[in-house]
Nanobody, 121 residues
Framework: QVQLLESGGGLVQAGGSLTLSCAASGSIFKIDAMGWYRQAPGMQRELVASTSSDGTTYCADSVKGRCTISRDNAKNTVYLQMSTLEPEDTAVYYC???????????????WGQGTQVTVSS
């Protein structure tokens, strides 16, 4: 019913930048929060950045100053721009959306399939 399609991952040199995109599609009535988690090998999944429907944004301390999250509500798309990338940013990045389906009554989290970001030193 709902698909979150991510793009923009890949191999980047340390000090470089990238932009991840995630578009939500399907039987969506309304989206509240959208954002990104990441999971490095052997580590727990951690929240990287999020944006709410009222425009509030958040970037984790580990990426603060290097992170910009934005959203196009007309396209149900969220973007994550990261600069000055470090090898420690290497992880699988997962998009999520807290949304209500058409005809639904509750908000639920939906996830993308993940996109690999590798930062080489």
């Amino acid at each position: 019913q709902v698909q979150l399609l991510e793009s923009g991952g890949g191999l980047v040199q340390a000090g470089g930048s990238l932009t991840l995109s995630c578009a939500a599609s399907g039987s969506i009535f309304k989206i509240d929060a959208m954002g990104w988690y990441r999971q490095a090998p052997g580590m727990q999944r951690e929240l990287v950045a999020s944006t709410s429907s009222d425009g509030t944004t958040y970037c984790a301390d580990s990426v603060k100053g290097r992170c910009t999250i934005s959203r196009d509500n007309a396209k149900n798309t969220v973007y994550l721009q990261m600069s000055t990338l470090e090898p420690e940013d290497t992880a699988v990045y997962y998009c999520y959306a807290d949304l209500m389906l058409s005809g639904g009554y509750y908000y639920n989290y939906y996830w993308g399939q993940g996109t690999q970001v590798t930062v080489s030193s």
